[in-house]
């Protein structure tokens, strides 16, 4: 293990220290991830070998399957989509190529097998990085760089860009000055061209900007008339989404409506079928106010537009959370058992529940999952950990499967 390339989680609390393999480094770390997946299942092959154990090879597969998936909790919600992504493989663009949490993604994206990366920034900086890191993976060899200052194909793209902006008008040099300066343009027109599969916008730089550039250029699927963000949270046994949690400040009633069945169909992409509930801070008319009655209203859309969902409202959400609750509220409800999508009326109420419960739980998180766009696009925010941004990688590139 000491000669591998170390996790981002031990570069992050050993900063500083240059773990590389040698007479300074010839252990792995305490708080290394990978103990628990190598050494258990060592001991329980071990023991299986000499007879002493009971178990099969089967077992130990199962076994050390559950020890990779300690202490990962979106391992359970997210292993399935890691095998699809090995079975394969496609290439995802990296718009910040050159930040330490990308090249650790990019690392382990090229030993698992998981697709192809490509990373838009200076080859010299990210040697540079990769060479401090103690990486053994090569640009060029590994995979792909996009030197945004000396593209090939600069012109090309520029006039991809004023095309896009028509009567607005942009001059070449103005289009061409901003594809080499802005990686989200350049990663976005290398979508619109279909140069890659899937993008990841981001770590670097606000959400919003991202998400205008990406609107303005990729634009909305055909069948989408809103885009929104949803986002996944592992609670104990239970997995629960919550949606719109960065695109929409304040949706109005036809929001709603289309928020949630953008929704809908994100979750069942995770082999999951989605439980609705529309939240507010009022049960089933108790209260008359507007976002009470927005959320009534959209209630009623979204029965017309899709009614083979199983979806109530409006409801508070710890009687969405628990069916004992809402029995008490309401005989008639047509929600049953615990909803696991949770359709916020705007995005402080999305964005605070989602905050507060990762913090209070420490659950799991993936996301935020951009739903409506016309290519597998995705924006990771300036906080994100290595293991968020390979969550968000395989699940673009699983979308991209899909999308064939």
């Keep these: 293990m000491a000669r591998e390339e170390i996790p981002d989680v031990v570069a992050a609390a050993y900063k500083g220290q240059q773990l590389i393999f040698g007479p ?18 060592a001991v329980a092959k071990a023991a299986v070998d000499s007879g002493v154990a009971t178990k099969t090879e089967k077992d130990l597969e199962s076994y050390k399957r559950k020890m990779r998936n300690i202490g990962l909790r979106t391992s359970g919600v997210m292993q399935t989509m890691f095998d699809r992504a090995k079975k394969d493989s496609k290439k995802i663009i990296y718009a910040d190529g050159e930040d330490e949490r990308i090249l650790h993604t990019t690392q ?71 594809v ?3 990686h989200t343009v350049l990663a976005s027109l290398m979508m619109l061209r279909s140069e890659a599969d899937a993008m990841i916008a981001g770590p670097i730089g606000k959400f ?22 949803m986002q996944l949270l592992t609670i104990n046994d239970s997995i629960v989404f919550i949606a719109d949690t960065y695109v929409n400040y304040n949706p109005d009633v036809e929001d709603i409506k ?6 809908a169909r994100g979750v069942k992409q995770f082999g999951i079928t989605p439980n609705i509930a529309l939240v507010s801070h009022s049960n089933f008319g108790s209260a008359d106010n507007p976002s009470s009655r927005k959320m009534r209203e959209a209630l009623q859309l979204i029965k017309h537009a899709a009614p083979e969902l199983e979806i109530d409202g409006e409801m508070q959400v710890d009687i969405a959370l628990s069916e004992e609750l809402r029995s008490k509220v309401s005989q008639n409800s047509q ?17 605070i529940t989602y905050r507060a419960l990762r913090e209070v739980t420490k659950g ?12 597998q696009v995705h924006i990771v925010n ?13 699940l673009g590139l699983i979308e991209s499967q899909k999308s064939l």
Excluded at 210 to 229: T, V
Excluded at 258 to 263: F, G, Q, S, W
Aim: cysteine-free.
């Design 24 to 41: 300074e480094y010839i252990l792995p770390k305490p708080f290394d991830p990978r103990l628990i997946s190598i050494i258990p299942p």
């Design 364 to 375: 799991g998180t993936v996301g935020p999952i951009l739903l409506g766009f016309d290519k």
């Design 208 to 229: 919003g900007k991202h998400l205008n550039h990406i609107k303005e250029i990729i634009g909305l699927d055909k069948n989408a008339h809103i885009a929104a963000a």
């Design 108 to 178: 382990t994206m090229i030993k698992e097998g998981y697709g192809q990366p490509v990373l838009i920034g200076r080859e010299e900086i990210i040697s540079e990085q990769i060479k401090k890191l103690g990486m053994k993976i090569k640009p060029g060899d590994d995979f792909e760089v996009i030197d945004p200052q000396n593209l090939d194909m600069l012109e090309q793209y520029a006039n991809d860009y004023r095309a896009i902006k028509g009567v607005d008008g942009v001059q070449l040099d103005d289009a061409m000055r901003l």
């Design 382 to 394: 300036r906080t994100v950990s290595v293991r968020a941004i390979l969550n968000m990688s395989v």
């Design 258 to 263: 289309n928020i949630t069945l953008l929704a």
């Design 180 to 182: 080499s300066t802005n």
């Design 335 to 351: 929600l049953k058992g615990r909803a696991n999508l949770l359709i916020m009326p705007n995005a402080d109420a999305a964005h």
